[in-house]
């Protein structure tokens, strides 16, 4: 029951995170790779602002700096003509000595006080923290499907699809790239801060192969979901990222190490994107 | 209208691929104009276009739209003013979104607020309208994804939104040139209705001779970067495809 819950709570906070991969792999059509160290650059910032007692401040100023590393890429793609998937790369690597500099030069900080807790006080359940994120995550997805009906995300969806067409529509193509990648690693930091506040520390490498368990996410969840409307398609990134976690949760249960769980993040997303593709071409053959 | 003077255009300057694509020069567009332009593969048509659009920028030369400087105007800020359809029946959509998306985010060019709602209900019965003119039945298909339409449907989309808002002037790269003969003489005579019924100066690249004589009012003729027939009304009226071969024969 608690290894469910635990679950659950994870999953919850890694579909905020797919959110953002959804935003730049499914909607821009870009392979963003920034998302791994955007994703630590939300914990140290929330894990540095916790020490100084500013729970709710840091998740703000997470959502910034995530928002700044997106821009950051965005700005190198589009203007600095570099190719989408090394652009992110260049980021993510260069994000790594900030996030050393933003944590005080230490690969890890641990949290005496944090959001969860302060909640946890204030409403003694075993439930609370679950509740609290599913409310982070009900205000993400609000957010996104108000964006959405607006014009503006009306072009961000075109940019993605085709962006010739976008700019014969007079849309600047360049700033819907960058607008789309800052919000969408904006929504990773967020998530990369409630991760910290959730397990009360921080770490250097947290936002390793994040990127992957956002695909993982997205893809998974197109299996059992899918649909054209955009309020589905974000349901169907939750629900993937749900089942994603309970499969590594039942993999731990089974034996496996955590330290092979990045190995089986791979082989599963690996297994969603060609085992289809394999089992149309046998058909077809 | 349009007044282009000296664009000059070399490809890979300096290096052993250098190439003059348009040689100094000058067009004057009238209102009203509808301008067809033949000639050779390479004979800078396209470029022309490109030069107009802002896909490419000239190596000295200027342009002025309706008395507008805009020798240095962005490319999506141009196209607040400018349509463009090409070959491609593919590049003018985007296939994931339905028709209305599509139509309502054409319908946003040049005067955009981005904050407004993607789709306005008002909206929809123009649309639907513009949609009915063509017979193709597309105004029933609102809700479907473009990329489930035919090329010929997309093509035929692809000029309602490029002239929702009826442009300043029109540009159509060989837009029929990817269509069956039926469907590209359907577009070739939609074009042509909405050209004249909301007064739209338009330029047409074309490779099939008979279509560059039955339509428009004028004619020029390309070769190696440079217009070397301007033909008129008049003078187009009385030429013969056989005539505009001849000619492709020899400047060719």
């Given at each position: 029951?608690?290894?469910?819950?635990?679950?659950?709570?994870?999953?919850?906070?890694?579909?905020?995170?797919?959110?953002?991969?959804?935003?730049?792999?499914?909607?821009?059509?870009?392979?963003?790779?920034?998302?791994?160290?955007?994703?630590?650059?939300?914990?140290?910032?929330?894990?540095?602002?916790?020490?100084?007692?500013?729970?709710?401040?840091?998740?703000?100023?997470?959502?910034?700096?995530?928002?700044?590393?997106?821009?950051?890429?965005?700005?190198?793609?589009?203007?600095?003509?570099?190719?989408?998937?090394?652009?992110?790369?260049?980021?993510?690597?260069?994000?790594?000595?900030?996030?050393?500099?933003?944590?005080?030069?230490?690969?890890?900080?641990?949290?005496?006080?944090?959001?969860?807790?302060?909640?946890?006080?204030?409403?003694?359940?075993?439930?609370?923290?679950?509740?609290?994120?599913?409310?982070?995550?009900?205000?993400?997805?609000?957010?996104?499907?108000?964006?959405?009906?607006?014009?503006?995300?009306?072009?961000?969806?075109?940019?993605?699809?085709?962006?010739?067409?976008?700019?014969?529509?007079?849309?600047?193509?360049?700033?819907?790239?960058?607008?789309?990648?800052?919000?969408?690693?904006?929504?990773?930091?967020?998530?990369?801060?409630?991760?910290?506040?959730?397990?009360?520390?921080?770490?250097?490498?947290?936002?390793?192969?994040?990127?992957?368990?956002?695909?993982?996410?997205?893809?998974?969840?197109?299996?059992?979901?899918?649909?054209?409307?955009?309020?589905?398609?974000?349901?169907?990134?939750?629900?993937?990222?749900?089942?994603?976690?309970?499969?590594?949760?039942?993999?731990?249960?089974?034996?496996?190490?955590?330290?092979?769980?990045?190995?089986?993040?791979?082989?599963?997303?690996?297994?969603?994107?060609?085992?289809?593709?394999?089992?149309?071409?046998?058909?077809?053959? | 209208?349009?007044?282009?003077?000296?664009?000059?255009?070399?490809?890979?300057?300096?290096?052993?691929?250098?190439?003059?694509?348009?040689?100094?020069?000058?067009?004057?567009?009238?209102?009203?104009?509808?301008?067809?332009?033949?000639?050779?593969?390479?004979?800078?048509?396209?470029?022309?276009?490109?030069?107009?659009?802002?896909?490419?920028?000239?190596?000295?030369?200027?342009?002025?739209?309706?008395?507008?400087?805009?020798?240095?105007?962005?490319?999506?800020?141009?196209?607040?003013?400018?349509?463009?359809i090409?070959?491609?029946?593919?590049?003018?959509?985007?296939?994931?979104?339905?028709?209305?998306?599509?139509?309502?985010?054409?319908?946003?060019?040049?005067?955009?607020?981005?904050?407004?709602?993607?789709?306005?209900?008002?909206?929809?019965?123009?649309?639907?309208?513009r949609l009915?003119a063509l017979g193709l039945?597309?105004?029933?298909?609102?809700?479907?994804?473009?990329?489930?339409?035919?090329?010929g449907?997309?093509q035929a989309l692809t000029l309602i939104?490029?002239t929702?808002?009826?442009?300043?002037?029109?540009?159509?790269?060989?837009h029929t040139?990817?269509?069956?003969?039926?469907t590209a003489e359907r577009i070739m005579q939609e074009t042509e209705r909405i050209i004249s019924a909301?007064?739209?100066?338009?330029?047409?690249?074309?490779?099939?001779?008979?279509?560059?004589?039955?339509?428009?009012?004028?004619?020029?003729?390309?070769?190696?970067?440079?217009?070397?027939?301007?033909?008129?009304?008049?003078?187009?009226?009385?030429?013969?495809?056989?005539?505009?071969?001849?000619?492709?024969?020899?400047?060719?």
């Amino acid at each position: 029951m608690t290894a469910l819950l635990g679950a659950c709570e994870l999953g919850l906070l890694m579909a905020v995170m797919s959110l953002g991969v959804f935003l730049s792999f499914r909607i821009l059509n870009v392979p963003d790779l920034t998302i791994d160290g955007s994703f630590t650059t939300g914990c140290a910032v929330s894990a540095v602002c916790s020490g100084m007692q500013m729970h709710a401040f840091g998740l703000g100023m997470a959502v910034l700096c995530g928002a700044l590393a997106g821009l950051i890429t965005g700005i190198l793609q589009t203007k600095g003509k570099i190719q989408p998937i090394l652009a992110g790369i260049l980021t993510m690597t260069g994000l790594y000595s900030i996030n050393l500099r933003i944590m005080g030069s230490k690969p890890n900080l641990f949290l005496e006080n944090t959001l969860f807790l302060q909640i946890k006080e204030l409403f003694p359940s075993s439930y609370s923290e679950l509740i609290l994120i599913l409310v982070f995550l009900l205000v993400v997805i609000g957010i996104l499907v108000l964006f959405f009906t607006t014009q503006l995300g009306l072009a961000l969806r075109a940019t993605g699809d085709n962006e010739a067409m976008v700019k014969a529509s007079s849309i600047n193509s360049d700033a819907m790239i960058i607008l789309g990648l800052s919000l969408a690693n904006a929504i990773v930091a967020f998530s990369g801060a409630l991760f910290v506040q959730y397990q009360g520390f921080s770490d250097i490498n947290s936002g390793t192969g994040m990127m992957v368990i956002g695909l993982a996410s997205v893809i998974v969840g197109e299996v059992f979901l899918t649909s054209r409307r955009l309020p589905v398609r974000f349901l169907s990134v939750v629900c993937g990222a749900l089942l994603y976690r309970f499969i590594l949760t039942f993999a731990l249960q089974l034996g496996l190490e955590a330290n092979d769980m990045k190995l089986l993040s791979a082989v599963l997303v690996i297994a969603a994107i060609s085992f289809p593709h394999m089992l149309r071409r046998r058909y077809h053959a | 209208m349009l007044r282009m003077e000296n664009a000059h255009v070399v490809f890979h300057p300096q290096t052993d691929n250098e190439r003059v694509a348009l040689h100094d020069v000058d067009l004057h567009l009238k209102k009203d104009d509808f301008l067809c332009i033949v000639g050779g593969n390479g004979a800078g048509k396209t470029t022309l276009m490109n030069v107009i659009s802002g896909t490419i920028k000239a190596q000295h030369g200027t342009l002025f739209l309706e008395d507008e400087d805009i020798t240095n105007m962005a490319e999506h800020r141009r196209c607040a003013m400018i349509g463009r359809i090409f070959q491609d029946p593919l590049k003018g959509t985007a296939p994931h979104l339905t028709v209305l998306e599509n139509l309502s985010l054409a319908y946003g060019r040049g005067r955009r607020s981005y904050f407004q709602k993607a789709v306005h209900k008002q909206d929809i019965a123009y649309f639907k309208e513009r949609l009915a003119a063509l017979g193709l039945g597309l105004e029933d298909r609102l809700d479907n994804e473009v990329g489930l339409l035919s090329g010929g449907q997309r093509q035929a989309l692809t000029l309602i939104m490029a002239t929702l808002i009826p442009p300043k002037l029109l540009l159509l790269d060989e837009h029929t040139a990817a269509l069956d003969p039926k469907t590209a003489e359907r577009i070739m005579q939609e074009t042509e209705r909405i050209i004249s019924a909301y007064h739209i100066p338009a330029m047409m690249i074309t490779h099939n001779l008979s279509q560059a004589l039955r339509y428009g009012n004028r004619l020029l003729v390309m070769k190696d970067g440079s217009i070397i027939k301007d033909m008129g009304q008049q003078e187009k009226e009385r030429l013969t495809i056989a005539e505009l071969m001849h000619d492709y024969e020899i400047f060719s």
